[in-house]
C-alpha cells in the first residue's frame, strides 16, 4: 500500500511504512527502542535515589524548612513554580504535535512545533536560573539546599541535554537524515522529552507541594 | 524426540546480514566493536588489575603476621586494604565477569553476530582503564582509606583522595549501566530463530539476570558516590550530621547497589559452573527450569536486603526484621542451584579437566561461604559478628571461593573456543590445587579469630593477641597460605600466555559440548556465524544430536577431542 | 546436519543410586551427628570466649541461635562436600568407556526438588522464629526504668563513658567502664566525629556510634570480670588501637566506684574569664562540639539536649536548665562545670574538652542569636 491520499492515522500510517515492506529496518527499531527504553528506566532509578535521599533527610529533621544559624529556612515560591511547570509540560505538548506531524509527512509544521519546544525547553530553564537567584537557600548551607539544587540541578541538566539533543534531531531532520518511514531517533528524542517531563511532575510534587 | 520444526521465522533477512571486516590495526584491535576483541580487552585488563590489588592483599597479610605490625604504617596499611578492595570489587570482579566472559560468550550462545550496540559496547570497555587511573593516581595524594566503602564521615578526611576516589567509582558505573542495558537488550531481542526463553543455555540466563541487576543498581552507587563528592568538593551536606545530614544516608544509598553488585559477582559464576558441570559429566543440568528461574528470582530479591549490611550501623530496630527475613529467603533459590548442580553429578561420567575441577571445588567453598552467609542473616549473631574478619571469611568465600572459582573454570573451559588452543591441562590442575588449598588455609581462621574478638581493617591487633595468645599463629598461618593463592594466579597468567603459541590445537569442539559457540570455528570469525542456526531445543541433551539446524560446521554429535584426551593416559591424545 | 542417523551413545548403567551410595550417606549421616553432638554439647568457647559462662543474658542466647546455625549449617556443609567427592569419585569417566559415553539423561525428580526445597525452607522458617525471640529480647531489652542507663560517647581514638548523675565523663585512655552485676542496663551510644562501633565481644553486642543519632544496646551482665571494649567500625588511623576495657562488678563495688567519682566532680571550678571571646570562633567551635546534641533551635527541638536559639531572652524559658537567670555568666557556668536535670546530663569542660578561650567564644556566640 503506497500513501494514501485519505487521511490515515499515524499507527496505520507506522505499519504500513515499514513494519511490513522494510523487515530489516522494523527489526533495528526495535532493538534501539527496547535499548532506550531501559536507559530510560535506569535515569528514572538515578533519579529515584536521589529523591530517596531528600525524603530520607526531610522525615529525619526535626523541623522542615530546616533551622541554619537560629534561623528557619523559607519555603518554596509554588507560584512561580507552577508557571514555569506549565512552561515545561507545553513543551510535552508541543513535542508531541512535532512528532505526529513528522508522521504526517507535514515537515513545516514539525519544524514550528520542534522550535517551539526547543523554546519553551530554554524558556524553562531561564525560569530555573531564576528561581535559583530569589530561593533564599544555598547547595552547601543545609540539607534542604542540598536536595533541592541537586536533584533539579540533575533535572535541569537533563532538560539541557535534551534542548541540545533535540536541536540536533531538527537539524538532522532538516537534512535528510530521517524519512517518512525512519525516524527513530525522533521518536527517542520524543521519549526522552516526555520522560523529563515526568520527572519534573515527581520533583514538583516532591518540593513545592509537599 | 525433537520437533523438526522451530516455532519463528526461519532463515530470517536480518540475521544474515554480514558487515565488512574490520581493518587496520586501530579499528581491529584498539578501537573494535567486535564483542570478542572487547571481551579479550577486558580479560587482560582485569587480570592486569588483579595482580596488582592481589598484591596489595599480599602486603596486607605479610602486615599481619606480627600483631604490633610487619611492615608497614597504620596509614599505609589502611590504604592497602582500600585500594585492594575498590580495585578487586570494580575493576577486577565486574569487568572479568560481566565484561569478558560476557562480552565474549553470550553473542556466541545465543546465535547472534554481536550485542544490541558494539559502538556503546566499545565505549564502556574504554571507560574501565580511564577509572583506574582515576583510582590508582588517587594513591598519589594518599589513597582511599576507609575500606572499598568509604563511608563518610572518616572517608572525608582522605581530602583529594577521596574525591577521586568518587570520579573513579562514578565513572566505572557508567561502564556497567551501559553493559548491563546492553547485554539485556541482547537477550532480549538477538537471539536466534528459535531459541525461546527456555531454550537459552543457562550462561545466557545469568548473563541475562546478571544485565538487570547491573543496569537497575549501579545507578544507585552513582547517586551515592556522587553525593559524597559533591560533599568532598563543594561541601554539599548530604551525609554532614552537623548540618542535618546522615552518614547512615550514605549506607543505604550504597548498599542499595553493592548488595546487587555481589550478585553480580556470582551469578555469572553460577553461569559458568552450570555449563562446565554439564558438559564434563555428559548429561542434562539438572533442573534447568528451577536454575534459570532462581538466577532471576535471587536478581530480583537483591534489590531487597541491602540493609543487612547495617545491622549494627544505625538502622532503626524494626527495620531489622524484614532484612533478616527477606535475607534467609535469598538463601532458597541459592540453595536449590547447588543441590541441582550436586544432582547432576550423580550418574554421570565426570572428566576432571581444568573446568570441571574448579567447578568441584567451588560447590565445596561456595556452598560454606553462603552458609556462614545464613549466620549472618541473623541480626543477633551478626551484632556479634559485624566488623570482624569473620565477614572477612564469609565474603572471600563466596567472592574468591565462588566468583573467582567460577572465572577460573571459564578460563580453560573457553580459551580453546577464544584461541583455537588449548590451555596447559598440567598447569591448570597444579593451579587449582594451588587455589583450593591456598584459599582455604587463608580464609578458615578467619572464622574463628573474628568471633573470638579480631576486627577487620586493623592495622596492628596487639590487644587482640594479649588475649589470644595464638593470633600470630594463626595470621602467620593465613599469610603462608595467601601466597598458595598468589602463585596460582600467577600460573593462570603465565599459562594464557604460554598457550597462545604452545597449547595443543584445540579444534571445534574439544569438549564436545552442545552450545552454540561450539559449532563455529576456533577461534571464530569476526562474524561468528556464516549463517544463523535455527534451534529447536535446549543444549542439554547429551545422548541426543546438537538441536540446531543450519550450522556452519558439521560437527558430530559426540565429543571428538575433549572426551579422547581426558579419558586417555597422559601422552595418548589424538 | 544430519540428526538422528548416529548410534545411540553408550549410557552409564546404574543399579540403584549407585555403587556406595547408602554407604556414603551413612558415613555423612554420621559425621552430621558428631557435628551437632559437638556443638550442643561440647564447649565453643574456642570460637565464642565465654561460651559455657556467659558474660550477659543476650550471650547466652546469642551462642544458642549459633549453635543452631553450626549444627544445620554444618550438615548442609557435610553433605554437600561429601556428595561431591563421592559423585566425582563413583561416577567418573574410565578409560575403558566408549569415548561418546554419557551419564544419565535425567532432567529433574519432582519429588526430590520438592523436599530438598522444602526442608530448607522450614529450617529457615524455624531460625527466623528464634532469631526475632533475640531480636527483640535485644532491642528492646528492660527498660532503663528498673535498670541503670548510660552513655557512650566515641571519639578518635577513645570512647567517652557518662553515667547519671555524674558530671565528668569516664575516659577509656585512662579508665575502664564500670557496670553492675544483674542489672539490666541500656547503652546509649553516639559519637562525637566519626562512625565508631561499640562491641563488647564477649557480650556479644554492638552497636554504631554515629554523630548525629543515639543509639542504643540492652543486656543484663551475669558474669563479674574484666572484659575489652572494642572499636569494630574503622574510624581513621588509629582505628586498630581504640579500645577501653569493662569491669563488671558486684553493685556494692560499682556503687562506691560511682560515689568516688561523684565526690571527685562535686569540686566546682571559679568564674571563667568571658573577655576576648568571638561569635565568629564560638560559631566553629560549637558545630565541632556541640552540635551533636544542641541544634540553634527553639527549646522544645532536642536533639540530645535543647534547643540554644535565642538563650538569653527565650520568652517561654525565661531561666536556664539550672534555673539561673540566662547570663553570660550562668550560660559559662554550666559550660565550665555541667549539669544533671531532668533532661540529662550536660558534661563539664573538661568532659567536653573545652580549654582557653573556648567558652568565652561559645558564650559570645551563643548571646549574639537573635
Same mark, same amino acid.
Request: glycine share 10%; with cysteine.
Given at each position: 500500500?503506497?500513501?494514501?491520499?485519505?487521511?490515515?492515522?499515524?499507527?496505520?500510517?507506522?505499519?504500513?511504512?515499514?513494519?511490513?515492506?522494510?523487515?530489516?529496518?522494523?527489526?533495528?527499531?526495535?532493538?534501539?527502542?527496547?535499548?532506550?527504553?531501559?536507559?530510560?528506566?535506569?535515569?528514572? #532509578?538515578?533519579?529515584?535515589?536521589?529523591?530517596?535521599?531528600?525524603?530520607?533527610?526531610?522525615?529525619?529533621?526535626?523541623?522542615?524548612?530546616?533551622?541554619?544559624?537560629?534561623?528557619?529556612?523559607?519555603?518554596?515560591?509554588?507560584?512561580?513554580?507552577?508557571?514555569?511547570?506549565?512552561?515545561?509540560?507545553?513543551?510535552?505538548?508541543?513535542?508531541?504535535?512535532?512528532?505526529?506531524?513528522?508522521?504526517?509527512?507535514?515537515?513545516?509544521?514539525?519544524?514550528?512545533?520542534?522550535?517551539?519546544? #526547543?523554546?519553551?525547553?530554554?524558556?524553562?530553564?531561564?525560569?530555573?536560573?531564576?528561581?535559583?537567584?530569589?530561593?533564599?537557600?544555598?547547595?552547601?548551607?543545609?540539607?534542604?539546599?542540598?536536595?533541592?539544587?541537586?536533584?533539579?540541578?540533575?533535572?535541569?541538566?537533563?532538560?539541557?541535554?535534551?534542548?541540545?539533543?533535540?536541536?540536533?534531531?531538527?537539524?538532522?531532520?532538516?537534512?535528510?537524515?530521517?524519512?517518512?518511514?525512519?525516524?527513530?531517533?525522533?521518536?527517542?528524542?520524543?521519549?526522552?522529552?516526555?520522560?523529563?517531563?515526568?520527572?519534573?511532575?515527581?520533583?514538583?510534587?516532591?518540593?513545592?507541594?509537599? | 524426540?525433537?520437533?523438526?520444526?522451530?516455532?519463528?521465522?526461519?532463515?530470517?533477512?536480518?540475521?544474515?546480514?554480514?558487515?565488512?571486516?574490520?581493518?587496520?590495526?586501530?579499528?581491529?584491535?584498539?578501537?573494535?566493536?567486535?564483542?570478542?576483541?572487547?571481551?579479550?580487552?577486558?580479560?587482560?585488563?582485569?587480570?592486569?588489575?588483579?595482580?596488582?590489588?592481589?598484591?596489595?592483599?599480599?602486603?596486607?597479610?605479610?602486615?599481619?603476621?606480627?600483631?604490633?605490625?610487619?611492615?608497614?604504617?597504620?596509614?599505609?596499611?589502611?590504604?592497602?586494604?582500600?585500594?585492594?578492595?575498590?580495585?578487586?570489587?570494580?575493576?577486577?570482579?565486574?569487568?572479568?565477569?560481566?565484561?569478558?566472559?560476557?562480552?565474549?560468550?553470550?553473542?556466541?550462545?545465543?546465535?547472534?553476530?554481536?550485542?544490541?550496540?558494539?559502538?556503546?559496547?566499545?565505549?564502556?570497555?574504554?571507560?574501565?582503564?580511564?577509572?583506574?587511573?582515576?583510582?590508582?593516581?588517587?594513591?598519589?595524594?594518599?589513597?582511599?582509606?576507609?575500606?572499598?566503602?568509604?563511608?563518610?564521615?572518616?572517608?572525608?578526611?582522605?581530602?583529594?583522595?577521596?574525591?577521586?576516589?568518587?570520579?573513579?567509582?562514578?565513572?566505572?558505573?557508567?561502564?556497567?549501566?551501559?553493559?548491563?542495558?546492553?547485554?539485556?537488550?541482547?537477550?532480549?531481542?538477538?537471539?536466534?530463530?528459535?531459541?525461546?526463553?527456555?531454550?537459552?543455555?543457562?550462561?545466557?540466563?545469568?548473563?541475562?539476570?546478571?544485565?538487570?541487576?547491573?543496569?537497575?543498581?549501579?545507578?544507585?552507587?552513582?547517586?551515592?558516590?556522587?553525593?559524597?563528592?559533591?560533599?568532598?568538593?563543594?561541601?554539599?551536606?548530604?551525609?554532614?550530621?552537623?548540618?542535618?545530614?546522615?552518614?547512615?544516608?550514605?549506607?543505604?544509598?550504597?548498599?542499595?547497589?553493592?548488595?546487587?553488585?555481589?550478585?553480580?559477582?556470582?551469578?555469572?559464576?553460577?553461569?559458568?559452573?552450570?555449563?562446565?558441570?554439564?558438559?564434563?559429566?555428559?548429561?542434562?543440568?539438572?533442573?534447568?527450569?528451577?536454575?534459570?528461574?532462581?538466577?532471576?528470582?535471587?536478581?530480583?530479591?537483591?534489590?531487597?536486603?541491602?540493609?543487612?549490611?547495617?545491622?549494627?550501623?544505625?538502622?532503626?530496630?524494626?527495620?531489622?526484621?524484614?532484612?533478616?527475613?527477606?535475607?534467609?529467603?535469598?538463601?532458597?533459590?541459592?540453595?536449590?542451584?547447588?543441590?541441582?548442580?550436586?544432582?547432576?553429578?550423580?550418574?554421570?561420567?565426570?572428566?576432571?579437566?581444568?573446568?570441571?575441577?574448579?567447578?568441584?571445588?567451588?560447590?565445596?567453598?561456595?556452598?560454606?561461604?553462603?552458609?556462614?552467609?545464613?549466620?549472618?542473616?541473623?541480626?543477633?549473631?551478626?551484632?556479634?559478628?559485624?566488623?570482624?574478619?569473620?565477614?572477612?571469611?564469609?565474603?572471600?568465600?563466596?567472592?574468591?571461593?565462588?566468583?573467582?572459582?567460577?572465572?577460573?573454570?571459564?578460563?580453560?573451559?573457553?580459551?580453546?573456543?577464544?584461541?583455537? !588452543?588449548?590451555?596447559?591441562?598440567?598447569?591448570?590442575?597444579?593451579?587449582?590445587?594451588?587455589?583450593?588449598?591456598?584459599?582455604?588455609?587463608?580464609?578458615?581462621?578467619?572464622?574463628?579469630?573474628?568471633?573470638?574478638?579480631?576486627?577487620?581493617?586493623?592495622?596492628?591487633?596487639?590487644?587482640?593477641?594479649?588475649?589470644?595468645?595464638?593470633?600470630?599463629?594463626?595470621?602467620?598461618?593465613?599469610?603462608?597460605?595467601?601466597?598458595?593463592?598468589?602463585?596460582?594466579?600467577?600460573?593462570?597468567?603465565?599459562?594464557?600466555?604460554?598457550?597462545?603459541?604452545?597449547?595443543?590445537?584445540?579444534?571445534?569442539?574439544?569438549?564436545?559440548?552442545?552450545?552454540?559457540?561450539?559449532?563455529?570455528?576456533?577461534?571464530?570469525?569476526?562474524?561468528?556465524?556464516?549463517?544463523?542456526?535455527?534451534?529447536?531445543? !535446549?543444549?542439554?541433551?547429551?545422548?541426543?544430536?546438537?538441536?540446531? !539446524?543450519?550450522?556452519?560446521?558439521?560437527?558430530?554429535?559426540?565429543?571428538?577431542?575433549?572426551?579422547?584426551?581426558?579419558?586417555?593416559?597422559?601422552?595418548?591424545?589424538? | 546436519?544430519?540428526?538422528?542417523?548416529?548410534?545411540?551413545?553408550?549410557?552409564?548403567?546404574?543399579?540403584?543410586?549407585?555403587?556406595?551410595?547408602?554407604?556414603?550417606?551413612?558415613?555423612?549421616?554420621?559425621?552430621?551427628?558428631?557435628?551437632?553432638?559437638?556443638?550442643?554439647?561440647?564447649?565453643?568457647?574456642?570460637?565464642?570466649?565465654?561460651?559455657?559462662?556467659?558474660?550477659?543474658?543476650?550471650?547466652?542466647?546469642?551462642?544458642?541461635?549459633?549453635?543452631?546455625?553450626?549444627?544445620?549449617?554444618?550438615?548442609?556443609?557435610?553433605?554437600?562436600?561429601?556428595?561431591?567427592?563421592?559423585?566425582?569419585?563413583?561416577?567418573?569417566?574410565?578409560?575403558?568407556? $566408549?569415548?561418546?559415553?554419557?551419564?544419565?539423561?535425567?532432567?529433574?525428580?519432582?519429588?526430590?526438588?520438592?523436599?530438598?526445597?522444602?526442608?530448607?525452607?522450614?529450617?529457615?522458617?524455624?531460625?527466623?522464629?528464634?532469631? =526475632?525471640?533475640?531480636?527483640?529480647? =535485644?532491642?528492646?531489652?528492660?527498660?532503663?526504668?528498673?535498670?541503670?542507663?548510660?552513655?557512650?560517647?566515641?571519639?578518635?581514638?577513645?570512647?567517652?563513658?557518662?553515667?547519671?548523675?555524674?558530671?565528668?565523663?569516664?575516659?577509656?585512655?585512662?579508665?575502664?567502664?564500670?557496670?553492675?552485676?544483674?542489672?539490666?542496663?541500656?547503652?546509649?551510644?553516639?559519637?562525637?566525629?566519626?562512625?565508631?562501633?561499640?562491641?563488647?565481644?564477649?557480650?556479644?553486642?554492638?552497636?554504631?556510634?554515629?554523630?548525629?543519632?543515639?543509639?542504643?544496646?540492652?543486656?543484663?551482665?551475669?558474669?563479674?570480670?574484666?572484659?575489652? =571494649?572494642?572499636?569494630?567500625?574503622?574510624?581513621?588511623?588509629?582505628?586498630?588501637?581504640?579500645?577501653?576495657?569493662?569491669?563488671?562488678?558486684?553493685?556494692?563495688?560499682?556503687?562506691?566506684?560511682?560515689?568516688?567519682?561523684?565526690? $571527685?566532680?562535686?569540686?566546682?571550678?571559679?568564674?571563667?574569664?568571658?573577655?576576648?571571646?568571638?561569635?565568629? $570562633?564560638?560559631?566553629?567551635?560549637?558545630?565541632?562540639?556541640?552540635?551533636?546534641?544542641?541544634?540553634?533551635?527553639?527549646?522544645?527541638?532536642?536533639?540530645?539536649?535543647?534547643?540554644?536559639?535565642?538563650?538569653?531572652?527565650?520568652?517561654?524559658?525565661?531561666?536556664?536548665?539550672?534555673?539561673?537567670?540566662?547570663?553570660?555568666?550562668? =550560660?559559662?557556668?554550666?559550660?565550665?562545670?555541667?549539669?544533671?536535670?531532668?533532661?540529662?546530663?550536660?558534661?563539664?569542660?573538661? $568532659?567536653?574538652?573545652?580549654?582557653?578561650?573556648?567558652?568565652?567564644?561559645?558564650?559570645?556566640?551563643?548571646?549574639?542569636?537573635?
Amino acid at each position: 500500500m503506497a500513501a494514501a491520499a485519505v487521511h490515515v492515522s499515524g499507527h496505520d500510517l507506522v505499519a504500513v511504512r515499514y513494519r511490513d515492506v522494510d523487515p530489516v529496518y522494523a527489526e533495528t527499531r526495535s532493538i534501539r527502542l527496547v535499548g532506550f527504553m531501559l536507559f530510560l528506566i535506569s535515569d528514572c #532509578i538515578l533519579f529515584s535515589a536521589f529523591i530517596f535521599a531528600y525524603i530520607y533527610l526531610r522525615t529525619s529533621a526535626p523541623t522542615w524548612p530546616p533551622m541554619v544559624d537560629g534561623h528557619q529556612l523559607p519555603w518554596f515560591d509554588t507560584s512561580f513554580a507552577a508557571m514555569n511547570s506549565i512552561v515545561l509540560f507545553g513543551s510535552g505538548v508541543t513535542m508531541h504535535f512535532a512528532l505526529e506531524n513528522w508522521k504526517h509527512l507535514n515537515k513545516q509544521k514539525f519544524n514550528r512545533w520542534l522550535i517551539a519546544t #526547543i523554546v519553551l525547553g530554554i524558556g524553562f530553564l531561564l525560569g530555573q536560573a531564576h528561581e535559583y537567584s530569589v530561593v533564599g537557600i544555598t547547595w552547601a548551607g543545609s540539607t534542604m539546599g542540598a536536595s533541592f539544587f541537586t536533584l533539579t540541578g540533575l533535572h535541569g541538566f537533563h532538560v539541557f541535554i535534551g534542548v541540545c539533543y533535540l536541536t540536533i534531531l531538527g537539524i538532522q531532520a532538516n537534512r535528510g537524515v530521517y524519512t517518512g518511514s525512519k525516524y527513530f531517533g525522533l521518536t527517542a528524542g520524543t521519549l526522552y522529552w516526555h520522560f523529563v517531563d515526568v520527572i519534573w511532575v515527581a520533583l514538583f510534587f516532591l518540593f513545592y507541594l509537599w | 524426540m525433537h520437533a523438526a520444526t522451530s516455532t519463528t521465522h526461519e532463515a530470517h533477512d536480518v540475521h544474515d546480514h554480514i558487515h565488512p571486516a574490520p581493518e587496520g590495526f586501530v579499528r581491529k584491535y584498539v578501537f573494535s566493536l567486535d564483542h570478542k576483541v572487547i571481551g579479550f580487552q577486558y580479560f587482560f585488563t582485569g587480570l592486569l588489575i588483579m595482580l596488582i590489588a592481589g598484591s596489595f592483599a599480599e602486603l596486607v597479610r605479610l602486615q599481619l603476621t606480627d600483631p604490633k605490625g610487619a611492615i608497614m604504617s597504620n596509614t599505609a596499611y589502611n590504604e592497602m586494604f582500600s585500594m585492594h578492595g575498590t580495585a578487586m570489587v570494580w575493576l577486577v570482579l565486574i569487568p572479568l565477569v560481566t565484561g569478558a566472559l560476557g562480552n565474549f560468550v553470550m553473542p556466541l550462545q545465543i546465535g547472534a553476530r554481536d550485542v544490541a550496540f558494539p559502538w556503546l559496547n566499545m565505549v564502556s570497555f574504554w571507560i574501565v582503564p580511564i577509572a583506574a587511573i582515576l583510582l590508582f593516581s588517587s594513591m598519589l595524594w594518599g589513597g582511599p582509606h576507609a575500606g572499598w566503602t568509604e563511608y563518610p564521615p572518616v572517608s572525608l578526611l582522605d581530602g583529594t583522595a577521596g574525591a577521586l576516589w568518587c570520579a573513579a567509582i562514578f565513572t566505572v558505573g557508567i561502564s556497567s549501566t551501559m553493559t548491563g542495558l546492553n547485554f539485556m537488550t541482547t537477550v532480549i531481542m538477538m537471539r536466534a530463530p528459535g531459541m525461546t526463553w527456555t531454550r537459552m543455555p543457562l550462561f545466557v540466563w545469568a548473563t541475562f539476570a546478571t544485565a538487570l541487576m547491573n543496569m537497575m543498581a549501579t545507578v544507585a552507587l552513582s547517586a551515592a558516590v556522587g553525593a559524597l563528592f559533591l560533599q568532598h568538593v563543594f561541601k554539599v551536606p548530604f551525609f554532614d550530621p552537623a548540618r542535618g545530614g546522615s552518614p547512615v544516608l550514605y549506607e543505604h544509598m550504597f548498599w542499595f547497589y553493592s548488595h546487587p553488585a555481589v550478585y553480580i559477582f556470582i551469578i555469572p559464576a553460577f553461569g559458568v559452573i552450570s555449563e562446565v558441570i554439564s558438559t564434563f559429566s555428559r548429561k542434562p543440568i539438572f533442573g534447568y527450569k528451577m536454575i534459570a528461574f532462581s538466577s532471576m528470582a535471587i536478581a530480583i530479591l537483591s534489590f531487597t536486603v541491602w540493609a543487612h549490611h547495617m545491622f549494627p550501623s544505625g538502622l532503626a530496630p524494626w527495620l531489622q526484621l524484614p532484612f533478616m527475613i527477606l535475607t534467609y529467603a535469598i538463601g532458597i533459590p541459592t540453595g536449590i542451584k547447588i543441590f541441582s548442580w550436586v544432582a547432576t553429578l550423580w550418574g554421570g561420567r565426570i572428566y576432571f579437566s581444568t573446568a570441571m575441577l574448579y567447578a568441584l571445588g567451588f560447590l565445596i567453598t561456595f556452598t560454606f561461604g553462603g552458609i556462614t552467609g545464613i549466620f549472618l542473616a541473623s541480626v543477633p549473631v551478626d551484632l556479634h559478628a559485624h566488623g570482624t574478619t569473620f565477614i572477612v571469611a564469609h565474603f572471600h568465600y563466596v567472592v574468591a571461593g565462588g566468583s573467582v572459582m567460577g572465572f577460573l573454570a571459564a578460563v580453560p573451559y573457553w580459551y580453546p573456543k577464544a584461541t583455537g !588452543r588449548l590451555m596447559s591441562e598440567r598447569l591448570g590442575h597444579i593451579g587449582f590445587w594451588l587455589f583450593f588449598i591456598g584459599l582455604n588455609g587463608t580464609f578458615m581462621p578467619m572464622h574463628w579469630l573474628g568471633l573470638e574478638g579480631m576486627p577487620r581493617r586493623y592495622a596492628t591487633y596487639e590487644y587482640f593477641a594479649k588475649a589470644f595468645p595464638d593470633a600470630q599463629f594463626w595470621n602467620q598461618f593465613e599469610t603462608g597460605f595467601s601466597f598458595l593463592m598468589a602463585a596460582s594466579i600467577g600460573l593462570l597468567a603465565f599459562n594464557v600466555i604460554w598457550s597462545i603459541k604452545h597449547g595443543k590445537i584445540a579444534g571445534i569442539n574439544p569438549w564436545g559440548a552442545r552450545t552454540l559457540e561450539w559449532t563455529i570455528d576456533s577461534p571464530p570469525p569476526y562474524y561468528n556465524f556464516k549463517k544463523i542456526p535455527n534451534v529447536f531445543d !535446549r543444549p542439554y541433551d547429551f545422548d541426543q544430536p546438537m538441536p540446531y !539446524r543450519n550450522t556452519d560446521n558439521v560437527v558430530a554429535p559426540y565429543p571428538e577431542y575433549g572426551a579422547v584426551v581426558m579419558a586417555q593416559p597422559a601422552g595418548a591424545g589424538a | 546436519m544430519a540428526h538422528g542417523t548416529a548410534p545411540s551413545p553408550q549410557q552409564v548403567r546404574l543399579k540403584g543410586l549407585g555403587p556406595g551410595f547408602w554407604s556414603v550417606t551413612l558415613v555423612l549421616t554420621l559425621i552430621s551427628l558428631a557435628n551437632a553432638w559437638y556443638f550442643l554439647f561440647g564447649s565453643i568457647d574456642w570460637i565464642m570466649p565465654g561460651s559455657t559462662n556467659p558474660v550477659a543474658n543476650v550471650t547466652y542466647d546469642i551462642d544458642g541461635l549459633f549453635k543452631f546455625m553450626a549444627v544445620f549449617g554444618g550438615a548442609i556443609c557435610i553433605y554437600v562436600t561429601g556428595y561431591v567427592i563421592y559423585f566425582a569419585i563413583a561416577f567418573r569417566a574410565r578409560a575403558s568407556d $566408549a569415548p561418546d559415553a554419557v551419564g544419565v539423561p535425567i532432567h529433574d525428580a519432582p519429588t526430590l526438588e520438592f523436599w530438598w526445597t522444602a526442608l530448607p525452607t522450614l529450617l529457615l522458617i524455624v531460625l527466623t522464629g528464634l532469631s =526475632i525471640v533475640v531480636w527483640y529480647k =535485644i532491642q528492646f531489652g528492660v527498660g532503663s526504668a528498673t535498670g541503670l542507663t548510660t552513655e557512650v560517647i566515641g571519639h578518635q581514638f577513645y570512647f567517652e563513658f557518662r553515667y547519671p548523675g555524674l558530671k565528668t565523663s569516664v575516659f577509656s585512655k585512662t579508665e575502664p567502664m564500670h557496670l553492675p552485676l544483674n542489672v539490666p542496663v541500656r547503652v546509649l551510644i553516639t559519637s562525637s566525629d566519626v562512625i565508631h562501633q561499640f562491641w563488647v565481644p564477649e557480650i556479644r553486642l554492638k552497636q554504631a556510634a554515629v554523630p548525629g543519632l543515639v543509639q542504643n544496646l540492652n543486656f543484663t551482665p551475669l558474669r563479674s570480670g574484666t572484659y575489652d =571494649i572494642v572499636c569494630s567500625e574503622f574510624c581513621g588511623i588509629d582505628h586498630s588501637k581504640m579500645q577501653g576495657k569493662l569491669i563488671i562488678e558486684p553493685v556494692a563495688a560499682f556503687n562506691k566506684w560511682l560515689d568516688a567519682k561523684k565526690q $571527685a566532680a562535686a569540686a566546682g571550678g571559679g568564674v571563667v574569664d568571658l573577655s576576648g571571646g568571638t561569635a565568629l $570562633a564560638g560559631k566553629a567551635l560549637f558545630a565541632q562540639k556541640c552540635a551533636a546534641c544542641h541544634q540553634i533551635a527553639p527549646f522544645d527541638q532536642k536533639l540530645v539536649g535543647p534547643g540554644l536559639l535565642h538563650i538569653t531572652d527565650d520568652p517561654a524559658h525565661p531561666t536556664l536548665v539550672t534555673g539561673q537567670t540566662p547570663t553570660s555568666a550562668h =550560660i559559662a557556668a554550666i559550660l565550665q562545670n555541667g549539669f544533671t536535670g531532668p533532661i540529662g546530663t550536660m558534661p563539664n569542660a573538661q $568532659a567536653n574538652g573545652l580549654a582557653g578561650k573556648d567558652i568565652a567564644n561559645l558564650v559570645a556566640y551563643l548571646t549574639s542569636l537573635k
